[in-house]
């Protein structure tokens, strides 16, 4: 790996060429992974696409007039200092606010990029050029910024905002609410029926445990083989199994840790009340993020939690 400072003109303008390369087919990456949520702003990917197209091509013309048309293959992990960027354009469907977040990183960048090579440039023409391009890039934010009030209108982005919520609700929020859902109520009976029937708060630990990890792996699974997110939106079917999974147990884990202390009395006491937290939390996310009125929310969780809790409780006394 080369340092900064070694690289002589010649290479300094091919490092420049493959830069504005990669970054004239990210965005158009992000053009093509957000035209069919986000419209508008896969519009707005698209110009910031031919805009590095004309810096490359400027940067071609000038390396053609001092070195000749040979570009040395010199990349950016070629050389020291560049940040890693995570390949976020491969995700589909694309996260609007990480990609947002995602081109102002490669903006700030490739301007840092110009400037310094800029300095140590000694051939008039080519330092004019870095020079040039790292105020467009300082400029580009801005650009960016008017291609969206072009683009982007109020309405636009409200609806492509809104568009944003219901996928996340779609692919993070309801896989989530449904394991978390799940992992609370469903194991409440056989924690607290081994609680009862044992009186030894460590049994009902490891039936808690069991029956966490357990209802886990089956809701996951479930989860992931329901569909394959290509119709309803729903996307990659083992990231929502992952989560729909790993919200089971975690719903299932918080009510059973309790049952870890030693005094019978105080674990079902600790249990009872981190039962009506996880009810609580249940009750916000479906008011929060599914529309639902809290009353008839807390009502609904209430009243199949208190339905669950008693049949642990009825069979364990028996």
């Not at 010649?10 to 965005?27: F, G, K, N, P, T």
Request: hydrophobic share 45%.
């Amino acid at each position: 790996m080369r340092s900064f400072d070694s690289l002589s003109e010649r290479e300094i303008l091919s490092l420049a060429v493959s830069l504005e390369e990669e970054d004239e087919r990210i965005y158009g990456d992000f053009a093509d992974g957000l035209r069919e949520n986000y419209p508008a702003t896969a519009d707005m990917f698209e110009g910031m696409r031919q805009e590095e197209s004309g810096h490359r091509r400027r940067l071609i013309e000038l390396h053609q007039a001092r070195f000749g048309d040979h570009l040395p293959l010199i990349r950016r992990q070629d050389v020291k200092g560049f940040v890693n960027r995570k390949p976020v354009w491969l995700m589909r469907p694309l996260p609007l606010e990480i990609v947002r977040r995602q081109a102002a990183s490669m903006e700030l960048e490739t301007r840092n990029f110009y400037l310094k090579a800029a300095a140590r440039a000694t051939d008039a023409g080519i330092r004019q050029l870095l020079d040039d391009l790292a105020q467009e890039e300082r400029a580009h934010e801005d650009r960016a910024e008017a291609l969206g009030r072009d683009k982007l209108s109020p309405g636009v982005r409200h609806t492509e905002d809104e568009t944003n919520r219901r996928l996340f609700v779609l692919q993070v929020v309801q896989p989530g609410l449904a394991g978390l859902m799940d992992g609370s109520v469903s194991t409440l009976a056989p924690v607290f029926a081994a609680a009862i029937a044992t009186q030894k708060p460590y049994d009902a630990f490891l039936v808690g445990l069991a029956a966490s990890i357990g209802a886990g792996i089956s809701m996951g699974f479930a989860e992931a083989l329901s569909d394959d997110g290509s119709l309803t939106g729903r996307g990659h079917p083992w990231m929502r199994g992952l989560i729909c999974g790993l919200m089971t147990a975690l719903g299932g884990i918080g009510h059973t840790l309790p049952f870890l202390l030693a005094d019978f009395h105080v674990a079902m006491t600790a249990a009872i009340a981190v039962v009506l937290v996880e009810l609580g939390i249940i009750t916000w996310i479906r008011q929060r993020y599914m529309d639902t009125p809290i009353w008839s929310a807390a009502l609904q969780v209430g009243f199949g939690g208190a339905l669950v809790f008693a049949t642990g409780i009825l069979i364990g006394s028996s």
